[in-house]
């Protein structure tokens, strides 16, 4: 026999018992993937988005609009190459969904986010069609609509000049990312700043949320950002200028702090595994004190009795773990699928990376005293039952 | 038969001293289920109480129609004093209508455990009648600010919650100072919030009319009123709401995401929990082989055994229960937490561990207790009698 048959072996000696370990701890590691994953959706200062943008806002709030007549200031600005700018619009779907939905000069966002991929006649249609509208991918998926179509869009902000709030756009594009991380933010919408302004009843012309500035240079973002706020400084309309990374970031962290609760959670789901597993390997070595002493009398040595000990836990705790987080992908994928991919639950690789090291922490956790104990073992004593 | 049961169950719970560690497992797994249950869902309640609490039903919130939210709404001024003189409004000591014009904004804090990233503080400016509509809001420290002044007074939540809000500091807002002169308490949501003179925030915001009006409702019959006199309106088109509804609404979402959340993970955690406590009650049951084999042998039936394997995994579920109750409550009860509300700024709430959360947890942990000790009883009670005395 081989030691790892050896092992396996003595894992199944008692069926039952085995079993229901690994049944914990697979529900443990479905867990774990899931929660990491909902911690990575709201990872949003993923390195990905670069340091390459900047967006400046009102420094008392993004809600606050800036004048359009920033402009050609923040173009002059040494170190930037293009400027782009964006209105919240305030759109709904139906009677209640929100959109993430802005108002933009096309060209202008089109240079300064080449991430986002669509044929050319599609932008060609966007910059020449006063009431055109784009949307990502996911979003036209959601709700089925195709380019051509004619999408009544309310706005819960802006009421047009007849005082209706049912605005309707004509699609004239859907545009993807250029990667894996870009395509599963295609959840937003935008439409033709120019339109927006003359057609709104409130009369607000050129009022932006952000100014996006793209940079020559990402080196030089702190200085460009240093630049924007000191020339804006003590007038109405001051600014703050962070990166686009950073914006993100204090946006998600708006919601609130799940990083927190998820972290309390797993804390409670390992601690309670600990137990389970390192009771049941107690037990395991328990009942075999006399045969362990007769693997020394054999010849083993008290490192190779070790091995065997720590090999079991770590053949239990890798199973359960690896069914565990395929579980947590298979479970992530459903409800990616079941939401239209409005809600990203991907157990990627870094979930797997942190699993697996989660996997080898616990095995030792929970192998290590039992294992201790049993390297400790006086043959004599063992055998007489002492 | 029932004396049969009290006697193996008492003979099981007094050895459950010599097998600790299984029996552990039933405990601590439980209390980890139910901690993390009631800690979500003290969440949840914490949040929807604060909200549920700040709406009166004898007062109305106007805003324009279809905005959803006061952040949204906008009317300017010559709308803002028409709807005062809509019937339905109650009338002030001073024989005005009461009601109070407010315009919301946004202003930018900081988190107390952050250093640079800004979170949504809601800025109102009231009309001197906002503060008589919110009687249960008072002045804890300092003093009211002084109309015309660029003067704030900070709600206890944002004091808690984020930097530079203290009496005595300033704050930026549009390239203007801002002195913090006084702090308030509503136990609510305006706790969340920094408050102004409206006349003050329109100039310094460039905006000349209001985001929403409140007024008191006159009479149980006020509301209805009001409606159809706003609807009768051609020049105004708005959305009436009782304040309390308006308020109460606000909570769906926020109940839904987080009880969605609290559910798959109990559920999980249940299971895990589930096959812990089969293991542990099989394992008791296996080392108890012997005792019960006698028992058997001696006379004593099979459902006295089956009784008595149920009563202890109960009891150590129960245990655990309430010892996970007990930590989500030392951990949890009035921590003091904030997330985007309705109006995109934050909303500083606590958890709050009721009773019957507590109530809710143990019967999850009595459910799991009865499954966990199912099977292993049944085996217990079909051990058979000869091969078990027989074993070493």
Same mark, same amino acid.
């Given at each position: 026999?081989?030691?790892?048959?050896?092992?396996?072996?003595?894992?199944?000696?008692?069926?039952?018992?085995?079993?229901?370990?690994?049944?914990?701890?697979?529900?443990?590691?479905?867990?774990?993937?899931?929660?990491?994953?909902?911690?990575?959706?709201?990872? &949003?200062?993923?390195?990905? @988005?670069?340091?390459?943008?900047?967006?400046?806002?009102?420094?008392?709030?993004?809600?606050?609009?800036?004048?359009?007549?920033?402009?050609?200031?923040?173009?002059?600005?040494?170190?930037?190459?293009?400027?782009?700018?964006?209105?919240?619009?305030?759109?709904?779907?139906?009677?209640?969904?929100?959109?993430?939905?802005?108002?933009?000069?096309?060209?202008?966002?089109?240079?300064?986010?080449?991430?986002?991929?669509?044929?050319?006649?599609?932008?060609?249609?966007?910059?020449?069609?006063?009431?055109?509208?784009?949307?990502?991918?996911?979003?036209?998926?959601?709700?089925?609509?195709?380019?051509?179509?004619?999408?009544?869009?309310?706005?819960?902000?802006?009421?047009?000049?007849?005082?209706?709030?049912?605005?309707?756009?004509?699609?004239?594009?859907?545009?993807?990312?250029?990667?894996?991380?870009?395509?599963?933010?295609?959840?937003?919408?935008?439409?033709?700043?120019?339109?927006?302004?003359?057609?709104?009843?409130?009369?607000?012309?050129?009022?932006?949320?952000?100014?996006?500035?793209?940079?020559?240079?990402?080196?030089?973002?702190?200085?460009?950002?240093?630049?924007?706020?000191?020339?804006?400084?003590?007038?109405?309309?001051?600014?703050?200028?962070?990166?686009?990374?950073?914006?993100?970031?204090?946006?998600?962290?708006?919601?609130?702090?799940?990083?927190?609760?998820?972290?309390?959670?797993?804390?409670?789901?390992?601690?309670?595994?600990?137990?389970?597993?390192?009771?049941?390997? &107690?037990?395991?070595?328990?009942?075999?004190?006399?045969?362990?002493? @007769?693997?020394?009398?054999?010849?083993?040595?008290?490192?190779?009795?070790?091995?065997?000990?720590?090999?079991?836990?770590? &053949?239990?705790?890798?199973?359960?773990?690896?069914?565990?987080?395929?579980?947590?992908?298979?479970?992530?994928?459903? @409800?990616?699928?079941?939401?239209?991919?409005?809600?990203?639950?991907?157990?990627?690789?870094?979930?797997?990376?942190?699993?697996?090291?989660?996997?080898?922490?616990?095995?030792? &956790?929970?192998?290590?005293?039992?294992?201790?104990?049993?390297?400790?073992?006086?043959?004599?004593?063992?055998?007489?039952?002492? | 038969?029932?004396?049969?049961?009290?006697?193996?169950?008492?003979?099981?719970?007094?050895?459950?001293?010599?097998?600790?560690?299984?029996? $552990?497992?039933?405990?601590?797994?439980?209390?980890?289920?139910?901690?993390?249950?009631?800690?979500?869902?003290?969440?949840?309640?914490?949040?929807?109480?604060?909200?549920?609490?700040?709406?009166?039903?004898?007062?109305? =919130?106007?805003?324009?129609?279809?905005?959803?939210?006061?952040?949204?709404?906008?009317?300017?001024?010559?709308?803002?004093?028409?709807?005062?003189?809509?019937?339905?409004?109650?009338?002030?000591?001073?024989?005005?209508?009461?009601?109070?014009?407010?315009?919301?904004?946004?202003?930018?804090?900081?988190?107390?455990?952050?250093?640079?990233?800004?979170?949504?503080?809601?800025?109102?400016?009231?009309?001197?009648?906002?503060?008589?509509?919110?009687?249960?809001?008072?002045?804890?420290?300092?003093?009211?600010?002084?109309?015309?002044?660029?003067?704030? =007074?900070?709600?206890?939540?944002?004091?808690?919650?984020?930097?530079?809000?203290? =009496?005595?500091?300033?704050?930026?807002?549009?390239?203007?100072?801002?002195?913090?002169?006084?702090?308030?308490?509503?136990?609510?949501?305006?706790?969340?919030?920094?408050?102004?003179?409206?006349?003050?925030?329109?100039?310094?915001?460039?905006?000349?009319?209001?985001?929403?009006?409140?007024?008191?409702?006159?009479?149980?019959?006020?509301?209805?009123?009001?409606?159809?006199?706003?609807?009768?309106?051609?020049?105004?088109?708005?959305?009436?709401?009782?304040?309390?509804?308006?308020?109460?609404?606000?909570?769906?979402?926020?109940?839904?995401?987080?009880?969605?959340?609290?559910?798959?993970?109990?559920?999980?955690?249940?299971?895990?929990?589930?096959?812990?406590? $089969?293991?542990?009650?099989?394992?008791?049951?296996?080392?108890?082989?012997?005792?019960?084999?006698?028992?058997?042998?001696?006379?004593?039936?099979?459902?006295?055994?089956?009784?008595?394997?149920?009563?202890?995994?109960?009891? $150590?579920?129960?245990?655990?229960?309430?010892?996970?109750?007990?930590?989500?409550?030392?951990?949890?009860?009035?921590?003091?937490?904030?997330?985007?509300?309705?109006?995109?700024?934050?909303?500083?709430?606590?958890?709050?561990?009721?009773?019957?959360?507590?109530?809710?947890?143990?019967?999850?942990?009595?459910?799991?207790?009865?499954?966990?000790?199912?099977?292993?009883?049944?085996?217990?009670?079909?051990?058979?009698?000869?091969?078990?005395?027989?074993?070493?």
């Amino acid at each position: 026999m081989t030691r790892s048959g050896f092992v396996i072996a003595n894992l199944f000696r008692k069926r039952t018992r085995t079993v229901l370990t690994l049944l914990s701890v697979i529900m443990a590691f479905l867990l774990f993937g899931l929660l990491q994953s909902v911690n990575t959706i709201f990872n &949003a200062g993923a390195d990905f @988005v670069g340091a390459t943008r900047l967006f400046v806002q009102a420094r008392v709030s993004f809600t606050s609009p800036l004048p359009i007549s920033m402009l050609p200031k923040l173009e002059a600005v040494p170190g930037v190459a293009r400027v782009a700018y964006q209105t919240w619009f305030g759109g709904v779907w139906q009677t209640n969904t929100p959109l993430i939905m802005f108002s933009l000069d096309p060209q202008r966002y089109r240079d300064v986010y080449p991430e986002w991929v669509m044929p050319e006649e599609q932008w060609q249609a966007f910059i020449h069609t006063r009431t055109g509208m784009i949307a990502g991918k996911q979003l036209a998926d959601q709700y089925h609509w195709k380019v051509g179509e004619k999408i009544p869009i309310n706005s819960n902000i802006y009421p047009q000049k007849n005082g209706s709030k049912a605005w309707i756009f004509d699609l004239v594009g859907v545009f993807d990312g250029k990667d894996e991380d870009w395509k599963k933010r295609t959840n937003l919408a935008f439409i033709q700043q120019d339109y927006f302004d003359e057609a709104n009843q409130f009369g607000v012309k050129g009022r932006e949320n952000f100014f996006i500035l793209k940079l020559a240079d990402s080196g030089r973002a702190a200085q460009v950002a240093r630049t924007v706020d000191t020339m804006f400084e003590n007038s109405p309309d001051e600014t703050k200028t962070q990166t686009e990374k950073d914006f993100n970031i204090s946006f998600v962290k708006q919601i609130g702090d799940i990083g927190l609760i998820v972290r309390w959670i797993l804390f409670a789901v390992f601690f309670t595994l600990l137990l389970v597993v390192g009771n049941t390997m &107690a037990q395991s070595v328990r009942e075999r004190i006399p045969e362990l002493a @007769v693997l020394k009398t054999l010849g083993f040595s008290d490192g190779n009795v070790l091995g065997f000990v720590l090999a079991e836990a770590f &053949a239990l705790c890798l199973f359960g773990g690896l069914v565990g987080l395929i579980l947590a992908s298979m479970a992530g994928a459903m @409800v990616q699928q079941a939401t239209g991919g409005q809600f990203q639950l991907t157990v990627d690789y870094h979930v797997w990376l942190i699993g697996v090291l989660a996997i080898v922490v616990m095995s030792v &956790a929970v192998g290590l005293l039992p294992a201790l104990r049993a390297r400790r073992l006086r043959i004599v004593d063992a055998l007489a039952g002492r | 038969m029932l004396r049969q049961a009290l006697a193996i169950t008492g003979i099981g719970i007094r050895s459950l001293p010599a097998r600790w560690a299984p029996s $552990l497992v039933i405990v601590v797994g439980l209390a980890g289920v139910v901690a993390v249950f009631t800690a979500l869902l003290a969440m949840s309640t914490g949040f929807v109480s604060t909200l549920k609490a700040t709406g009166r039903s004898d007062a109305a =919130i106007i805003l324009r129609g279809g905005s959803d939210a006061e952040l949204n709404s906008a009317f300017d001024r010559d709308s803002t004093d028409l709807i005062k003189e809509e019937p339905g409004i109650a009338t002030g000591a001073d024989g005005k209508p009461l009601a109070s014009a407010e315009l919301m904004v946004i202003a930018e804090l900081v988190r107390k455990d952050d250093v640079r990233h800004g979170a949504n503080i809601t800025l109102r400016g009231v009309e001197p009648a906002g503060l008589a509509l919110r009687p249960q809001l008072r002045i804890i420290g300092g003093r009211t600010f002084t109309p015309g002044l660029r003067e704030l =007074i900070v709600g206890r939540g944002v004091l808690q919650q984020f930097q530079g809000a203290a =009496i005595g500091d300033v704050v930026r807002m549009r390239g203007s100072e801002w002195k913090v002169v006084g702090t308030f308490a509503a136990g609510d949501a305006h706790d969340s919030e920094m408050w102004t003179d409206i006349n003050v925030a329109r100039s310094t915001f460039g905006r000349s009319g209001s985001s929403s009006v409140l007024a008191a409702l006159d009479g149980p019959d006020g509301l209805a009123r009001l409606k159809s006199g706003v609807a009768a309106e051609p020049r105004l088109s708005l959305d009436v709401l009782r304040e309390q509804d308006y308020f109460g609404g606000q909570t769906k979402q926020f109940r839904q995401t987080i009880g969605f959340l609290a559910g798959v993970v109990t559920v999980i955690m249940a299971l895990g929990a589930v096959f812990a406590a $089969l293991n542990s009650m099989y394992a008791a049951v296996a080392t108890r082989s012997k005792e019960i084999a006698t028992l058997r042998a001696l006379g004593f039936g099979g459902s006295p055994v089956v009784m008595s394997v149920m009563t202890e995994a109960l009891l $150590l579920a129960v245990g655990g229960g309430v010892l996970g109750a007990l930590i989500a409550y030392a951990l949890f009860n009035n921590f003091s937490v904030s997330t985007l509300g309705q109006n995109f700024t934050q909303v500083v709430f606590n958890f709050k561990v009721t009773p019957q959360l507590v109530a809710r947890g143990l019967v999850i942990a009595v459910v799991i207790g009865m499954i966990g000790g199912f099977m292993p009883a049944l085996r217990a009670a079909r051990l058979p009698v000869t091969t078990s005395l027989r074993e070493q």
